[in-house]
């Protein structure tokens, strides 16, 4: 116990000699720590908890909330870009080249401190996005990614604002703030309800905007491997190295997401029947879109596989019918509602 009071103790002493006296007295700047017990509680939270508090309740509906939860994200990323870009990056002071970090007391330069430390604070805002998920039981948005992304970020940029509160780092804040103002925006309109769903038709860009950020900032840190530039090297390889885990983190959910569906909801001849992403082999089963109100017409067999003109259906429902001979179907004598595949 003695020994890690005595690393502790050492660790402070190096954060008051290296950090940036101007941020030094500023909230959660003294340690480390306390953003470390955050993070750890969000895992904690997230993970287990809350799934757990959750188990035998009813998931929460909070449509309300979320709109006006994700409208104050696209203000507040709106603000901090704005503040991030006036204090250096869109005035043309800053160098996209090498930008060392200026420990003066010159008021852009605080203005830009200021900005970094509410930067720092919006990871934590963002940890709600994951508590919504859980109290809305949606336990699949609560991913490997998910998670690392929220719960590692805080950490990461409190060393920017306890070291190196300005300077070549900020531009990670810059593009950052740029890509939460649009993905803020979707999650809005996904909140505001179904009707907006045929303004959502770019989500797959959205991702692939995330990963052309990551590519940037990679880019942008680790040209000063090559660049003489008075900006320290462990902040190059710690903001690059980043850049890399999240790039290959969302490149593998962007695979998983997206490719695998151009193979999902083909139909498969030869004696087997695709229906709603599943492949059926042997015992038969139409899908069907809507419930009859009559004769479903145009039924076919070909090469062993349905087809079904869902003429006089509508209104979706979830059940479906199986039989050893699918052929022996009349559509015409079903007692249950049941869906049926649009026509090709």
Known sequence: MALIMKYIDSLHHYMDKYGDPRTKDWPLMSSPFHTLGICLGYVYIVKYLGPRLMENRKPFQL?????????????????????????????????????????????????????????YFSKFT??????????????????????????VMPMSVWF??????????????????????????????????????????????????????FILIMVHAFQLLFVDCNYPKAFVWWIGMHAVMFFFLFKEFYIQSYNARKFKGKNQSNGSITTNDKKHDG??????????????????????????????????????????????????????????????
């Open 63 to 119: 449509k309300n909330t979320l709109v006006i939860y994700n409208l104050m994200q696209v203000i507040f990323s709106t603000w901090l870009f704005y503040e991030i870009g006036i204090s250096g990056w869109l005035t043309g002071h800053y160098n996209f080249r090498c930008q060392p970090v200026d420990y003066s007391n010159h008021p852009s330069t605080l203005r830009m401190c200021h900005a970094c430390w509410w930067y």
């Open 126 to 151: 963002e940890f709600f996005d994951t508590f919504f998920f859980v109290l809305r039981k949606k336990t699949s948005q609560v991913s490997t990614l998910h998670v690392i992304h929220h719960g």
């Open 160 to 213: 920017g604002v306890k070291f190196t509160p300005g300077g070549h780092s900020t531009f990670f804040g810059l593009l950052n703030t740029f890509v939460h103002i649009i993905m803020y925006t979707y999650y809005l309109l996904t909140a505001m309800g179904p009707q907006y769903q045929k303004y959502l038709w770019w989500k797959k860009y959205l991702t692939a905007l995330q990963m052309v950020q």
């Open 283 to 344: 015992d038969a089963a139409i899908i069907l879109n809507g419930h009859c109100n009559g004769i479903c017409k145009n039924t076919s067999h070909q090469n062993g596989t349905i087809k079904m003109d869902a003429t006089g259906c509508n209104k979706a429902s979830s059940y479906y019918v199986k039989s050893d001979d699918i052929t022996a179907i009349r559509t015409t004598n079903l007692t249950q509602r049941i869906r049926v595949t649009s026509p090709e």
